[in-house]
């Protein structure tokens, strides 16, 4: 079956302009995770949905960052006035049931370098 | 504070020979515990996972790893590594802080295979 699809798989942004990352998710799977991974870095957490819901934005590095769901599939991570420090792999993944413990499956992630 | 440390950047390993990589946790109990592979240009593949019970976990292509809660480890191993094994290793942990409960990943172990 299908797995965990993102989208674009490589984007290239200048510095100050606004980007859309795109997950599509396994089908019927309840839980989404966004992560961001530096070079040499492991993924590091930054948002999780339970459905449509937002239940955690903890790791979301600042308020240039947005995620949402709002059907309860495809979500979307916007980063808007992007920086040079925004530039990294961004991984997708979702699970069957709810929370963090359940197996995640990954996508292949976004790569995103800013000029 | 909380977190999942992998001690090896990178290891090399001659074709056929056995494998370890380290993973230790700093968590006031025990965690859920997974080891991850992520190829090139691929999406992080579950190997196996700890939840409880048997602290010695078979996993995918040939893989186990060994809990020692005195340690706080959670070692992955392979008696006979291939040539195909050649890639990145993570080791995460599931951990709850203040009612948000997440992964959080190892900074990874790059294991490359010489002939």
């Known amino acids: 079956g299908a797995g965990v699809s993102q989208s674009p798989r490589y984007k290239v942004a200048k510095r100050g302009q606004d980007v859309a990352l795109r997950c599509d998710p396994i089908s019927g799977h309840v839980s989404l995770f966004w992560y961001q991974q530096a070079l040499g870095q492991g993924p590091e957490f930054l948002t999780y949905?339970?459905?449509?819901?937002?239940?955690?934005k903890s790791g979301l590095p600042s308020d240039r960052f947005f995620a949402e769901r709002p059907e309860g599939s495809v979500s979307t991570l916007k980063i808007q006035r992007t920086q040079q420090e925004d530039s990294a792999v961004y991984l997708c993944a979702s699970s069957r049931g709810q929370g963090a413990r359940e197996t995640q499956y990954f996508g292949p992630g976004t790569r995103l370098l800013v000029l | 504070a909380q977190s999942v440390t992998q001690p090896d950047i990178h290891i090399t390993v001659s074709e056929g020979a056995s494998l370890e990589l380290r993973c230790n946790y700093s968590y006031g109990a025990t965690p859920y515990l997974f080891w991850y592979v992520q190829s090139p240009g691929q999406g992080l593949q579950l190997l196996l996972k700890?939840?409880?019970?048997?602290?010695l976990v078979q996993g995918i292509k040939g893989f186990e790893a060994e809990f020692k809660r005195s340690q706080s480890s959670f070692n992955l191993r392979k008696p006979s590594v291939h040539w195909s094994d050649a890639a990145e290793y993570f080791c995460a942990a599931h951990l709850v802080n203040f009612g948000n409960e997440k992964l959080t990943f190892g900074t990874g172990t790059r294991l490359t295979i010489i002939p």
């Open positions: 949905f339970q459905n449509e819901a937002q239940l955690d």
């Open positions: 700890y939840f409880s019970g048997d602290t």
